[in-house]
């Protein structure tokens, strides 16, 4: 026999009293458990209501008296007993309550029992044999119980965050589409109301084959700075980009501007990531996030390694009137300029090349030519040509701006 046997014999009509005393007093044991809970935590029942704390003291009470049973028997608690306790530890998610302030809680709930045994045992011999055979299957209930109660917490806090997550796309995607819903669901997108002002930011990964987690990084950094910069927010991974959708009612366009460049520095300087973002200007409420998404989508195709978040109003004045032109206005537009789009077509790109270089060299030949590392007389032959296949004339600078005007509205 070993020498734990043998103390728990010679203890055992002491353990048998101790364990007995104790669980007739089950209910007042389970309140000073709550009580010294919420002495030594006081965050984890602030703003709990009647009915939490009833639930937290059912819990205590069901837990003292599993814990005295096991103890007297000497063993560990089985799973099937424990199902009590890994379905409060499922209601604790609901109920708001941080998974370490739960096992804090456990801890002090499961010392306030072993000093009630303690006190019970007294300071006898026969007292302190049966204390101390209590200890080991005590100890290990908290260590079995506890491991119960995370697992329990952790599998339905990731149930409700796939399903929040799934919420959350389905109404991005509402929104995108122009239809905005009566109300938004506190855990989908907290703060956020129709009426509330916002800003639609864009993001994406560049480079080559970037990691499959990246977007999701992204993701969480857009989140996290938009948590600091005090605007509620949606966050959504869609496809091959990031849209956030950031309420600006308790700060400013210009402060989430700066936390998603603050988030950006983080992906790039400490991740190793290549990320660009488009940024909106600020919508009236939730019905103008399909147009604020077309406005960042439109600054992120123009966001580059020197500006790698872009807002639309950084833009320049031309390049900010062809992104922010009516779907109507681009149609007369492109319809137009659909002489010089074919030609570009046909030739791979080298009209529209030809043109933007034209424009940024200030219509100096030389230099466009070095641009494009060609010939001079290249350049002069295509300028030709475009006038001749448009009937506009690119040397004309009022010409080469509508040519470029088509050339950049059909890049999007």
Same mark, same amino acid.
């Given at each position: ?37 919420? /002495? ?29 049973? &096991?103890?007297?028997?000497?063993? *560990? ?17 609901? $109920? ?11 801890? +002090? ?57 799934? *919420? ?5 995607? %509402?929104?995108?589409?122009?239809? +905005? !819903?009566?109300? =938004?669901?506190? #855990? &989908?997108?907290?703060?956020?109301? $129709? ?39 949606? =966050? ?7 849209? /956030? ?33 488009? &940024?909106?200007? *600020?919508?009236?409420?939730? /019905? ?27 833009? !320049? ?6 992104? %922010?032109?009516? !779907?109507?206005?681009?149609? =007369? &537009?492109? %319809? ?28 100096? =030949? ?9 010939? !001079? ?6 300028? #030709? ?28």
């Amino acid at each position: 026999m070993t020498g734990q046997t043998v103390v728990r014999d010679a203890a055992s009509a002491e353990i048998d009293r101790i364990v007995d005393a104790l669980s007739a007093h089950r209910t007042e044991l389970a309140t000073a458990m709550v009580r010294n809970i919420q /002495a030594e935590i006081p965050a984890y029942l602030r703003n709990a209501d009647a009915a939490t704390l009833a639930d937290v003291h059912a819990h205590c009470e069901a837990h003292a008296g599993l814990i005295l049973t &096991v103890s007297r028997e000497n063993r *560990e608690p089985l799973r099937g007993e424990l199902g009590f306790a890994r379905a409060a530890g499922a209601r604790r998610v609901e $109920q708001g309550i941080p998974i370490d302030g739960l096992l804090a809680a456990f801890r +002090v709930g499961h010392r306030t029992v072993w000093d009630a045994i303690l006190a019970e045992a007294g300071d006898t011999p026969a007292g302190r044999d049966a204390a101390i055979a209590l200890a080991r299957p005590a100890m290990e209930y908290i260590d079995t119980a506890s491991t119960q109660v995370a697992e329990a917490y952790t599998k339905e806090l990731a149930k409700r965050e796939a399903a929040a997550d799934r *919420e959350r796309r389905d109404l991005i995607e %509402s929104l995108l589409a122009g239809r +905005v !819903p009566k109300s =938004v669901p506190p #855990r &989908v997108a907290p703060g956020l109301d $129709q009426e509330a002002s916002v800003v639609v930011a864009v993001a994406t990964l560049t480079g080559h084959r970037p990691p499959a987690s990246g977007l999701s990084q992204v993701a969480a950094a857009m989140s996290q700075q938009a948590a600091a910069a005090r605007g509620a927010a949606l =966050v959504v991974e869609r496809q091959h980009q990031v849209v /956030a959708v950031v309420g600006t009612s308790r700060t400013s366009h210009a402060d989430v501007l700066e936390r998603l460049r603050s988030a950006w520095r983080g992906l790039t300087e400490g991740e190793g990531l290549q990320v660009r973002m488009g &940024v909106g200007t *600020e919508c009236a409420g939730l /019905a103008g996030v399909a147009h604020g998404f077309t406005e960042a989508v439109r600054a992120l195709e123009r966001a580059s390694a020197e500006m790698p978040v872009l807002a639309l109003q950084e833009m !320049p004045a031309f390049d900010y009137l062809v992104a %922010s032109a009516e !779907p109507a206005t681009r149609e =007369v &537009v492109l %319809s137009k300029g659909r002489a010089l789009l074919d030609a570009d077509q046909r030739e791979g790109g080298a009209v529209s090349a030809t043109l933007l270089a034209y424009l940024d060299c200030d219509l100096n =030949v030389k230099r466009t030519a070095e641009q494009l590392v060609v010939h !001079p007389n290249t350049v002069r032959y295509r300028l #030709r040509r475009i006038a001749e296949l448009t009937g506009t004339d690119p040397r004309r600078f009022a010409d080469l701006l509508e040519l470029v005007t088509v050339v950049r509205m059909a890049r999007g």
